[in-house]
């Protein structure tokens, strides 16, 4: 098997691509001009927002990962371009040249009501708040109606590997005016590779699918695992079920995280 990974150097594709590699993955990964290449991988030269750059990028390909995204940044033009025009650009590569590749995205659990009454399901309506998983609920609809077979794994908060994404999420506690009870799901880098490989052996296909460890955790515990303590609160909260997933479809399907809290990666010393 063949895959191609967009996004490899990026936060998830960096953890994500040398698993793949160990598990035996033969990894080609689409990278622009002046990128490092992963050790084990393949590189090729391109970028999703240059069509022309994607024909050989995807030709023979089994599969596809596709990563690639812009989250934070004040240019909303740029994360729209790059996470629905990159998208529909790949789309359209792998049914002109790999129809039958396997086609997996990341998407975000971001995409789900903030008012939300239990913990977001993959049926549930979207009411994405930012450019950010709005222009991923769109490219969603895209894959999906691409008639090409694959799969959308829905990430919540990813951490691990000493990737510091969890170091700074107390500085934008206030700013999203997080209660310190919130309950946040949460995934380890080493359990995307878990739902990853499922997800390349057909597991997920013609679904979208959340991703959680077993226990989400309040961002009260969170910011103090990290040596941020936040201000406490005996307040009432609004939005309790904001960013808690409901991951039991995933299961259902097989997939079962091996870092089952952030507590055990506390323990284990891989935050």
Not at 98 to 121: E, I, L
Not at 133 to 146: H, I, M, Q, W, Y
Not at 150 to 172: C, N, Q, S, T
Not at 197 to 219: H, K, Q, Y
Request: glycine share 8%; net charge negative; proline share 6%.
């Amino acid at each position: 098997m063949t895959i191609l990974i967009t996004g490899a150097t990026g936060l998830v594709g960096e953890r994500l691509v040398p698993r793949l590699v160990e598990a035996g993955l033969t990894c080609r990964v689409l990278l622009r001009k002046g990128k490092t290449c992963p050790a084990g991988a393949t590189a090729v030269t391109g970028d999703i927002l240059d069509p022309s750059t994607l024909s050989e990028a995807v030709r023979d390909v089994s599969a596809v990962v596709h990563l690639a995204a812009v989250f934070r940044s004040p240019d909303t033009d740029l994360i729209w371009r790059s996470n629905l025009e990159g998208t529909r650009h790949l789309i359209a590569a792998v049914q002109a040249h790999a129809p039958g590749a396997r086609f997996v995205m990341a998407s975000t659990s971001n995409v789900y009501n903030r008012n939300a009454q239990w913990p977001s399901r993959e049926t549930d309506n979207l009411a994405p708040e930012q450019a950010y998983p709005a222009s991923k609920v769109a490219a969603e609809k895209l894959l999906r109606e691409s008639g090409l077979n694959g799969a959308i794994l829905r990430f919540p908060f990813v951490y691990g590997d000493g990737d510091g994404h969890l170091e700074m999420l107390p500085k934008h506690l206030a700013t999203f005016g997080f209660h310190p009870a919130n309950r946040m799901s949460t995934i380890h880098h080493r359990d995307i590779a878990t739902a990853m490989t499922l997800a390349l052996d057909g597991a997920f296909d013609g679904r979208i699918v959340n991703l959680s460890d077993e226990a989400p955790t309040t961002v009260y515990e969170l910011a103090a695992i990290v040596g941020r303590p936040m201000e406490h609160s005996a307040e009432a909260m609004q939005n309790p079920w904001h960013l808690h997933v409901d991951g039991s479809l995933a299961r259902s399907l097989g997939f079962q995280p091996t870092v089952r809290t952030v507590y055990q990666a506390a323990q284990e010393g891989i935050l």
